[in-house]
């Protein structure tokens, strides 16, 4: 059975052919003289034949070695092209980016991020699903934006910070209602709800959950918002989507 010949061996043979000799190679690439001659001659070895003609005054390639030496230089750019270009792929994203997120989340940061990176990162396709209800096991995303917590030993997760409620109204709607002291008092108002939760929602505060009714049901949390701040009642929001608006006291 034929000995195996490894690359590196190949490419420090293309390297003296390339120079002209041993020590000239030695000088261009930085490469200890002994290395290269020791390299050199086990490949005369296990090839059987007289690569290089050596006298005391200069070192030339033999009729083999002249054409072994361009057989090694192609399998060695092949080599390199070859793995220049998994390190690009590697450096590069392409293929599909999977995203799922809560759609609460996806209204507040998502569509900037995922604009910002199709913008960066023009060989990629995008998919993005929006669910209230994420299974981490079986849904296969690449990146999951969730609320709440989730316990899964399989995967790695990041907080980006808390995400607490408010209860929010605009000053015109306060304006031309009963003032609130108690959350028992929602049912003197106008409460927005999600169109997903039915035709009542449950509202959580410190001392226990309230069933809160209102004429609006709507299908999507952003008309909520809206509805909020055009005076149509109170809203239930997490604080990261509404800070500014409540700042400005909108």
């Not at 980016?97 to 809560?102: E, K, Q, S």
């Not at 015109?172 to 609130?180: A, F, M």
Request: proline share 4%; charged share 25%; with cysteine.
């Amino acid at each position: 059975m034929k000995e195996t010949i490894d690359l590196e061996s190949m490419r420090y043979f293309a390297m003296v052919a390339s120079a002209n000799g041993i020590t000239v190679a030695a000088k261009r690439w930085n490469i200890p003289k002994q290395t290269l001659s020791r390299r050199v001659a086990e490949l005369e070895r296990q090839l059987g034949v007289q690569l290089l003609h050596r006298t005391t005054r200069r070192v030339r390639l033999s009729e083999a070695g002249m054409a072994y030496a361009e057989r090694c230089a192609e399998i060695v750019n092949l080599a390199d092209d070859a793995n220049g270009a998994i390190a690009d792929s590697l450096e590069t994203p392409n293929g599909t980016l999977r995203i799922t997120a809560h759609p609460v989340f996806a209204d507040a940061f998502l569509e900037e991020l995922v604009i910002a990176y199709a913008r960066d990162w023009p060989a990629v396709k995008v998919d993005v699903a929006l669910s209230q209800s994420i299974d981490f096991a079986s849904d296969r995303f690449d990146v999951a934006f969730s609320i709440g917590r989730f316990q899964d030993s399989q995967l790695a997760g990041t907080s980006f910070g808390p995400a607490r409620l408010r209860y929010c109204a605009s000053p015109d709607y306060l304006e031309h209602h009963p003032l609130l002291k108690t959350p028992e008092e929602l049912r003197d108002h106008d409460c927005l709800l999600n169109y997903s939760v039915g035709e009542f929602a449950r509202w959580v505060f410190k001392d226990r959950e309230r069933h809160v009714t209102g004429r609006l049901r709507l299908g999507s949390f952003s008309m909520v918002y809206a509805a909020a701040l055009a005076g149509l009642g109170i809203a239930v929001l997490p604080e990261f989507t509404c800070a500014g608006d409540l700042k400005k006291a909108r």
